[in-house]
């Protein structure tokens, strides 16, 4: 879910739900908005919990009912089951529309798709009950694993992380393109020395074993078969190991940059509001990345 601002679009955390979707005046509807978005209230973080719980039972029993064993043995357990969660997560969502100022705004957000999305397959179900309708009927089944996304809303730290990956989107896009440079080249070279012969009969093909040899999995396959296709191979292997580390490298210098900037004291530059980028000298005033303004502390916290 995102907000506007007069200069940029910011990402909205989860705590910043409340204040956009209205709080009723009082009556039963702000008592029962105290409890679905109040976090900071005893009752709060009871139904926060007791929510989290139900969603990881919830996962529980479709994992479960896919194993044969079990779905056939303990078939009308799992259907009750199901039905249960499937009920209670309507009737959640219900209230969460019934009792905010702007329920349009949090029925098109994310997080009221996510709730929409984990129990609709289970209605489907019962409208679609023929296998020739999209192949089986278990295609909506599987779609009841997405209630797993409901818990972003409530572990704060799955907003910081989405942060770190906006903001480092255009470092990963550049990581992302020299790998595959480096796996158009590579496969196409295995694709001359090794030939039709030993398994590489197009460059897609060994493009393929280029990418399962240099993110190190080794399905074993393909393999190469001539001296110099094994020293290649091997090659990408040892590069393998150095690739792998850099995208951990680059989202994790962005965190801690989005950690220094949040203590950091009024009037200190934030965030690059153009490309993302964070880090910047406490006197800069044009981005180190893009040469963007950058906007001081308090234009941020203001905007916000």
């Known amino acids: 879910m995102i907000r506007s601002t007069d200069s940029k679009i910011v990402p909205t955390a989860p705590r910043d739900l409340p204040a956009l979707l209205g709080r009723p005046g009082g009556g039963w509807r702000a008592r029962m908005f105290d409890v679905i978005f109040g976090t900071d209230t005893p009752a709060g973080r009871r139904f926060d919990i007791a929510l989290v719980c139900l969603i990881l039972l919830s996962i529980l029993v479709v994992v479960l009912d896919s194993v044969p064993e079990i779905g056939a043995r303990y078939a009308s357990v799992m259907t009750a089951l199901e039905w249960t969660f499937t009920l209670l997560f309507t009737v959640e969502y219900v209230a969460r529309l019934v009792c905010i100022q702007r329920p349009g705004r949090y029925a098109t957000s994310f997080y009221g798709v996510i709730d929409l999305v984990s129990v609709l397959p289970t209605y489907l179900s019962l409208l679609l009950p023929g ?149 910047h000298d406490p006197r800069a005033h044009f981005c180190k990345d893009c040469g963007a303004a950058l906007a001081p502390a308090e234009a941020v916290q203001e905007g916000s």
């Open 131 to 279: 296998s020739q309708v999209f192949l089986d009927v278990r295609i909506l089944r599987l779609l009841r694993v997405f209630r797993i996304f409901k818990l972003t809303l409530y572990i704060e730290e799955y907003h910081k992380l989405g942060q770190a990956l906006v903001a480092s989107r255009r470092k990963i896009m550049v990581f992302l393109s020299v790998v595959l440079m480096l796996v158009l080249i590579l496969g196409t070279v295995m694709y001359v020395i090794e030939g039709p012969e030993n398994g590489f009969t197009s460059i897609p093909m060994a493009m393929y074993w280029a990418t399962v040899t240099i993110t190190t999995v080794g399905y074993g396959d393909m393999t190469p078969h001539t001296a110099l296709g094994k020293g290649i191979a091997s090659f990408m292997m040892l590069l393998g190991w150095g690739i792998l580390a850099v995208p951990t490298g680059i989202v994790t210098a962005e965190m801690t940059s989005q950690k220094l900037s949040r203590n950091a004291p009024r009037g200190q530059p934030r965030q690059c509001a153009a490309c993302g980028s964070g880090g």
